[in-house]
Structures are given as structure tokens and as C-alpha cells.
């Protein structure tokens, strides 16, 4: 059974951190990646890791966010840093190329 469960959203203020979770089976959970999508706008790469190549991230969030996973666990995780107003979203995670989680909704606000 397939299964993608994102955790750990939630409201935080500008400058602030949350680190999101991703619980998976079912898949190969060789290339993973986190997805995100503002408000009226189309989903975006935030980072992906695959195999044993470095991660690649969205130039908006170098520096600031950090993927990462356990493999023994299957968990896949995203630390997000010095949050920004324009990071609200909701953020997914993706088993590559075709399974997606339900969303978990960040909001970054005063």
C-alpha cells in the first residue's frame, strides 16, 4: 500500500523554523523530494534528494532549508530556517516520479 503522510506544518513567524516530515512505504524511496505551492500560484520544486547524489535545491530556499531522510525509517524530512512570508504554502512530499502526500500547510505570519 502506497502511503505519503506528511507532518509538522503549522503557523511560525517570519525568521522562525518547522521541520516537516514524510512518512512513506510502499514506494521506492530511492528519489524522493518536498514540493511546495503559495497561495494561486502552481506547484514548485523546493529540494530533491536521489540515491547517493548531493540534494539539489530551489534557488529560493539555498541556504535556508535542508532535506534529509532515514532510511531506515523511511522518513523524509525538510528543515526549513529563517522562514519567510513568501514561504506559506502548502508543502508536499513526492515519492519521484508519481506519488504525491495530501499537503501539509505552512504559514508564515506576524
Known amino acids: 500500500q502506497v502511503r505519503l503522510v506528511e507532518t509538522g506544518g503549522g503557523l511560525v513567524q517570519p525568521g522562525g523554523s518547522l521541520r516537516l516530515s514524510c512518512e512513506v512505504s510502499?514506494?521506492?524511496?530511492?528519489?524522493m523530494a518536498w514540493y511546495r505551492q503559495p497561495p494561486g500560484k502552481e506547484r514548485e520544486l523546493v529540494a530533491r534528494?536521489?540515491?547517493?547524489?548531493?540534494?539539489e535545491y530551489a534557488d529560493f530556499v539555498k541556504g535556508r532549508f535542508t532535506i534529509s531522510r532515514d532510511y531506515i525509517n523511511h522518513m523524509l524530512y525538510l528543515q526549513m530556517n529563517s522562514l519567510e512570508y513568501e514561504d506559506t504554502a502548502v508543502y508536499y512530499c513526492?515519492?519521484?516520479?508519481?506519488?504525491w502526500g495530501q499537503g501539509t500547510q505552512v504559514s508564515v505570519s506576524s
Open positions: 513526492h515519492g519521484i516520479p508519481r506519488y
Open positions: 510502499g514506494i521506492d524511496f530511492n528519489a
Open positions: 534528494i536521489s540515491g547517493i547524489e548531493a540534494p
